[in-house]
């Protein structure tokens, strides 16, 4: 009986020490997700919080002014990523000089 106690002891041992390995290759592997999604979530907030953003051709458009929501078809003025009557974010709004479309930055 101690015999058969000492030896599932010994397995359970070498178990632990065989996949040890494999667990921390996913604890890292799940540590680099994260690192890569807050980082990403960073870079998305400063497009954000920026006062200007450019189209695909390279023009400055204003963030903040007077802008028409493609959801509810208000004008409102404020910021051009979200609608403040019915709380929708922007789809994409045209360039003011070569009237390109530029998306949001959290799309």
Known sequence: MNTKKK???LLKLVWHVLTAPFWAVIGI???L?????FIDGVGT??????PEVLCPAGHANHTEGVFECGYCG???RGSVWICPLCQSPA????CNQ???SIRPPVL
């Open 7 to 9: 030896s599932r002891s």
């Open 74 to 76: 208000g004008r409102y």
């Open 29 to 31: 592997v799940w540590l």
């Open 98 to 100: 070569c009237g390109l």
């Open 45 to 50: 907030a400063i497009a954000v919080m920026r």
């Open 91 to 94: 789809k994409h709004f045209p």
């Open 33 to 37: 997700v994260r690192l890569v999604r």
